[in-house]
């Protein structure tokens, strides 16, 4: 079977390659721009993958360029002036080497995935860095106007695989954001605005790092006002600056104006969001907090002995089924604690594992609305949350008559705390 770098060899024979700034080598096709210029030089190098509704794919092999000014787009739509149809965009950067940076010095964002479009990395290797401190990333997220998205915009989707190498996000990461039209048009008014548009982050090994010892943003936020996002982690390391899970506006109204007519309307703009955190993952964050939310919010973790198991780290405060700062209705449903046993472990009576710390550890509106996991071999038993001496948030099993008599107690049948 070829090597990947051997099928990229052959693919470099027939494909136009370029050189600028400090050597770079990199592997184009379809509809991709280094510099976006009209005067031909490199000192406003903007990178541009599958935009305008093109699809391009780009590999990078190695050598170093920082864009500057401008928006990084990976996978970008577009109307079509002829026809006034909507046009996808696809793009795809695959990272195997060097450094590159989407976005080094300007205050622009990046996007991947973007205005009825799906972008998409693969890095493994080298050094990519995306976004500024001061501007947001987006994995996923529509165009918007006047905080909802235009009546052209449909589906936009976002994925990043990161297998080796190092990805620094330095902007406020959005995984998954905002709602999306589920029949968007160029001409008159479209309906169903309650897709979500799809982030999605899986890391298997390398490092990720958003912290802000290296310029990141101050928050990574997992589905953001009405998106979908999912953060896997099964090896590797992983910095994270404030951590949000499932962060949503709750209803919204929007007012669309569109071909002189205007529309005032109401949607309900509930995130869903994973965290996916495998047991040989080492993950850190600062503040973490795993939110309510009419849509699902989990937190699923692995379990496979009393020393191997997932877990997070925080230097700041946990905080489990917190209040969503922009909620404005009723009825959210607290999050959920998804327990997967692996390499054949069998749970039993008196079980313990700390799946996370923190400098505070709280539990607020119940904590998880449930705990999903394999049955445990006697049905006396049941798992249980508790937070120990105020910084661990503790897993357990415990006999079933605690979870009996804790479900007369305001809800809190899967939570208690240590007295």
Same mark, same amino acid.
């Given at each position: 079977?070829?090597?990947?770098?051997?099928?990229?060899?052959?693919?470099?024979?027939?494909? %136009?390659?370029?050189?600028?700034?400090?050597?770079?080598?990199?592997?184009?096709?379809?509809?991709? #721009? =280094?510099?976006?210029?009209?005067?031909?030089?490199?000192?406003?190098?903007?990178?541009? =993958?599958?935009?305008?509704?093109?699809? @391009?794919?780009?590999?990078? =092999?190695?050598?170093?360029?920082?864009?500057?000014?401008?928006?990084?787009?990976?996978?970008?739509?577009?109307?079509?002036?002829?026809?006034?149809?909507?046009?996808?965009?696809?793009?795809?950067?695959?990272?195997?080497?060097?450094?590159?940076?989407?976005?080094?010095?300007?205050?622009?964002?990046?996007?991947?995935?973007?205005?009825?479009?799906? $972008?998409?990395?693969?890095?493994?290797?080298?050094?990519?860095?995306?976004?500024?401190?001061?501007?947001?990333?987006?994995?996923?997220?529509?165009?918007?106007?006047?905080? %909802?998205?235009?009546?052209?915009?449909?589906?936009?989707?976002?994925?990043?695989?990161?297998?080796?190498?190092?990805?620094?996000?330095?902007?406020?990461?959005?995984?998954?954001?905002?709602?999306?039209?589920?029949?968007?048009?160029?001409?008159?008014?479209?309906?169903?605005?309650?897709?979500?548009?799809?982030? +999605?982050?899986?890391?298997?090994?390398?490092?990720?790092?958003?912290?802000?010892?290296?310029?990141?943003?101050?928050? %990574?936020?997992?589905?953001?006002?009405?998106?979908?996002?999912?953060?896997?982690?099964?090896?590797?390391?992983?910095?994270?600056?404030?951590?949000?899970?499932?962060?949503?506006?709750?209803?919204?109204?929007?007012?669309?104006?569109?071909?002189?007519?205007?529309? =005032?309307?109401?949607?309900?703009?509930?995130?869903?969001?994973?965290?996916?955190?495998?047991?040989?993952?080492?993950?850190?964050?600062?503040?973490?907090?795993?939110?309510?939310?009419?849509?699902?919010?989990?937190?699923?973790?692995?379990?496979?002995?009393?020393?191997?198991?997932?877990?997070?780290?925080?230097? @700041?405060?946990?905080?489990?089924?917190?209040?969503?700062?922009?909620?404005?209705?009723? $009825?959210?449903?607290?999050?959920?604690?998804?327990?997967?046993?692996?390499?054949? %472990?069998?749970?039993?009576?008196?079980?313990?594992?700390?799946? #996370?710390?923190?400098?505070? +550890?709280?539990?607020?509106?119940?904590?998880?609305?449930?705990?999903?996991?394999?049955?445990?071999?006697?049905?006396?038993?049941?798992?249980?949350?508790?937070?120990?001496?105020?910084?661990?948030?503790?897993?357990? +099993? +415990?006999?079933?008559?605690?979870?009996? #008599?804790?479900?007369?107690?305001?809800?809190?049948?899967?939570?208690?705390?240590?007295?």
């Amino acid at each position: 079977m070829r090597t990947l770098s051997t099928l990229l060899i052959l693919a470099a024979m027939a494909a %136009f390659v370029s050189t600028v700034q400090a050597q770079p080598s990199w592997v184009g096709t379809g509809g991709y #721009a =280094i510099d976006d210029s009209t005067d031909g030089d490199l000192t406003d190098d903007r990178i541009r =993958i599958g935009y305008s509704g093109r699809i @391009g794919a780009v590999t990078w =092999i190695s050598g170093s360029l920082q864009c500057v000014p401008g928006n990084g787009e990976i996978g970008t739509g577009a109307i079509d002036s002829l026809t006034l149809q909507i046009k996808r965009g696809w793009g795809s950067l695959i990272m195997l080497g060097g450094n590159l940076d989407l976005n080094g010095t300007a205050a622009a964002h990046v996007y991947i995935g973007r205005e009825n479009a799906t $972008g998409y990395i693969a890095q493994t290797g080298g050094t990519l860095r995306m976004g500024c401190s001061t501007k947001e990333t987006f994995v996923g997220a529509p165009r918007t106007s006047g905080g %909802f998205p235009p009546a052209n915009n449909g589906l936009s989707e976002g994925y990043i695989e990161l297998k080796d190498g190092l990805l620094n996000m330095r902007g406020y990461t959005r995984v998954g954001a905002y709602n999306y039209w589920k029949n968007p048009v160029t001409s008159g008014f479209p309906s169903d605005p309650t897709g979500k548009c799809i982030g +999605v982050i899986t890391q298997t090994g390398g490092t990720l790092d958003a912290s802000m010892a290296t310029g990141g943003g101050l928050q %990574f936020m997992l589905g953001w006002n009405g998106g979908s996002g999912t953060l896997n982690v099964s090896g590797g390391v992983t910095k994270l600056p404030d951590l949000y899970v499932g962060l949503g506006a709750g209803n919204y109204t929007y007012t669309l104006t569109y071909q002189g007519n205007t529309v =005032i309307n109401t949607v309900s703009r509930d995130s869903e969001a994973l965290l996916k955190i495998g047991k040989d993952a080492n993950i850190t964050a600062n503040n973490f907090q795993l939110c309510e939310s009419k849509a699902r919010v989990a937190m699923e973790i692995e379990l496979a002995s009393l020393t191997d198991f997932s877990q997070i780290n925080c230097t @700041g405060a946990v905080d489990i089924g917190a209040d969503a700062p922009y909620h404005t209705d009723p $009825g959210v449903v607290e999050p959920v604690l998804k327990v997967n046993l692996v390499s054949g %472990f069998v749970p039993t009576l008196g079980d313990e594992w700390i799946i #996370a710390t923190g400098s505070t +550890v709280s539990i607020a509106n119940g904590g998880f609305s449930a705990i999903e996991a394999p049955a445990l071999s006697d049905p006396a038993w049941s798992y249980q949350v508790r937070v120990d001496d105020g910084n661990k948030l503790v897993l357990a +099993v +415990v006999p079933e008559p605690a979870t009996l #008599a804790l479900l007369g107690l305001g809800g809190l049948a899967l939570i208690r705390r240590r007295r």
